[in-house]
């Protein structure tokens, strides 16, 4: 591992090629501290040269949201490779977002490599599909000194491996791939011109890397950050604080076993109060099995029965009998539009709960929102969990500030009452929490995840 990765703290971020002239690239970075920092913006070209600086200065508790060619000092933004924001502040607070007036999406940075990377969702539908088109974007990064060999394995939603592929990347470079260009020979013919396929990947690698999948279609983009295995901790619950359902939403719940041993799991979706919506879904994955499948379908919930509109609320997962697991994956939240998917989002299944939360933007306006869900994991009857929401703006200052009492297994959403242009949200809780963030146009054009941070 190179030097700054053993004594900076950092946080990288991918590039996806992309040589659009209305695409934008941002960065949104909190200073946690008590007192003024700088975070310094590298961004390195795919060869691992071509290496360009930036610095952002950020008042105690503030924030700062600005275009990377503006934290560069150039015309244009960078059309591919990489980038690293270093700073003495503590942690990893950073979101990179990219997008133009059509799509969004938000990265989480990471602060960890390894040699072993588990991306949990990969999708393609390619050919004479129009509308229905979909597919992967892989980036992968290697921040240190010596060039990584990468070997990317595909498997399906059955465990059994579909194809791999071999990439080098440079030393201090990074490499983007199409997963239906790079595995064209491995992949099922869907006989209508292209490739179809549904499962994961895993990248074993010769050094520590990074990686980030995107999966596009002709009206949206949503984007998903690998997962290191000591990310994937044992747990004895895990939790998605939200999903929807109705109306124009739909959601599909992917849950991988990403272990050597067979996983029996129960799977609940609960409501605003905790109670149990549909079925409990009671299910056994093999090693490397994949469960996926539509909100409705896994717990029969029928949204059209209901008078409420939309149906939504957290997804609780643990051990049929009890103890600890091990699974990674999302829930996918989508809004319907011309039979295909429209605006969409993924929520990373979360196994570890916390008292101290940031998302690292907020912005709400007359054309914009931000929300966030909360997820009590609590099940203990006599304990209430008490929660503030504080907005702070890009100073520092906290304009608004809400306190939720949450009763064991409940769940609040809400959306930022107060304006603020730009912005992030500071989550505090007596008892450990989960929680998600979300960020949209209100008329449903543009949405996308915000990422939860602790």
């Known amino acids: 591992m190179t030097f700054f990765l053993l004594f900076s703290l950092q946080c990288l971020f991918p590039i996806f090629d992309s040589f659009r002239v209305d695409e934008f690239l941002g960065l949104s970075i909190v200073n946690r501290d008590n007192q003024p920092r700088d975070f310094t913006v590298t961004v390195t070209a795919p060869e691992g040269t071509n290496v360009q600086t930036g610095r952002v200065s950020i008042p105690a508790g503030g924030q700062r949201a600005q275009l990377i060619n503006e934290v560069l000092g150039t015309p244009r933004r960078p059309a591919s490779g990489w980038i690293r924001v270093d700073s003495p502040a503590a942690g990893c607070t950073s979101l990179l977002a990219s997008g133009n007036e059509a799509m969004l999406d938000n990265a989480d940075g990471t602060p960890n490599t390894s040699t072993t990377i588990f991306i949990p969702d990969v999708a393609v539908f390619t050919g004479f599909v129009e509308l229905n088109h979909l597919d992967t974007y892989l980036a992968i990064v290697n921040p240190g000194s010596t060039a990584a060999t990468v070997t990317a394995r595909l498997f399906g939603l059955d465990a059994a491996m579909t194809g791999s592929t071999v990439v080098t990347v440079p030393a201090g470079g990074s490499r983007t791939m199409t997963v239906s260009e790079a595995f064209r020979d491995q992949l099922p013919d869907n006989h209508v011109g292209g490739r179809v396929f549904q499962g994961y990947m895993r990248l074993n690698s010769s050094v520590p890397i990074a990686a980030w999948a995107r999966i596009e279609t002709p009206l949206s983009r949503k984007l998903l950050r690998g997962r290191t295995p000591e990310e994937i901790r044992p747990t004895p619950l895990a939790v998605v604080a939200h999903f929807a359902l109705g109306a124009d939403y739909q959601s599909i719940l992917n849950v991988v076993n990403p272990t050597s041993a067979a996983l029996n799991l129960e799977v609940e979706a609960v409501d605003e109060r ?19 499948s539509g909100i409705g379908e896994v717990f029969h ?4 029965t209901t008078s409420q509109g939309v149906i939504s609320g957290s997804i609780r997962i643990r051990g049929s009998q009890g103890g600890l697991i091990q699974v990674v994956g999302d829930v996918e939240v989508f809004i319907s539009a011309f039979d295909t998917i429209g605006s969409s989002l993924f929520y990373p299944i979360q196994d570890t709960a916390a008292t101290d939360w940031i998302i690292p933007f907020a912005s709400s306006s007359n054309s914009y929102f931000s929300g966030y869900a909360i997820a009590n994991p609590n099940e203990l009857l006599a304990v209430q969990t008490d929660v503030q929401v504080e907005v702070v703006n890009s100073a520092g200052t906290v304009i608004d500030r809400t306190t939720i009492s949450l009763s064991p297994r409940s769940r609040q959403a809400s959306v930022i009452a107060v304006d603020v242009q730009s912005g992030y949200l500071r989550v505090t809780s007596n008892m450990s929490i989960h929680i998600v963030g979300a960020i949209g146009t209100r008329d449903g054009r543009l949405l996308d995840q915000l990422p939860a941070l602790h």
């Open 274 to 292: 905790g109670n149990v919506l549909g079925q409990a879904a009671r299910l056994t994955l093999a090693a490397g099995q994949v469960l996926r």
């Open 301 to 304: 919930i029928d949204s059209r």
